[in-house]
């Protein structure tokens, strides 16, 4: 499963990734994050939360390539990212290197509240 939302108020695109991710759900995310990018000006952070996440299909990486592209056509200026277990770490940091055009400041958390302290840092 994966749930995106916008939090406008904080400039902020949450993306939770649960359960067993295929490509069939990342396909589909594509149109939903760039309804949800809509109302955000360039600035915006992203919190991506794997916290719940049990296995994703490795074909998935070109479909979070092109939201990542998605993301710094909007103007991403910060990612924090949750993964409490480094062995779950579906390679982010690597594809964030191919899919983003400039160093985006990233910052990986193993908990939410150490996350939400990385956001306002």
């Known amino acids: 499963m ?10 902020l695109l949450k993306i939770r990734f649960a359960g067993r ?3 069939d759900e990342t396909r589909a995310q594509l ?3 760039g309804t949800q990018l809509e109302p955000l000006e360039p600035g915006f952070r992203i919190l991506a939360d794997l ?4 296995s994703m299909d490795p074909k998935c990486a070109d479909d ?6 998605l993301c710094d056509a909007k103007g991403v200026s910060k990612i924090v990212r949750i993964i409490p277990d480094p062995k779950k770490d579906i390679g982010l ?6 899919h983003y055009r400039r160093r985006i400041p990233t910052v990986t958390c ?4 150490e996350a939400m302290d990385a956001l306002v840092t």
């Open 51 to 54: 916290s719940r996440l049990e």
């Open 31 to 33: 149109g939903e994050t």
């Open 110 to 113: 193993r908990s939410l509240e």
């Open 64 to 69: 979070i390539g092109k939201v990542m592209e």
């Open 93 to 98: 940091s690597i594809l964030s290197l191919f």
């Open 21 to 23: 991710v295929t490509t």
């Open 2 to 11: 994966i749930d995106v939302e916008t939090d406008k108020s904080r400039a």
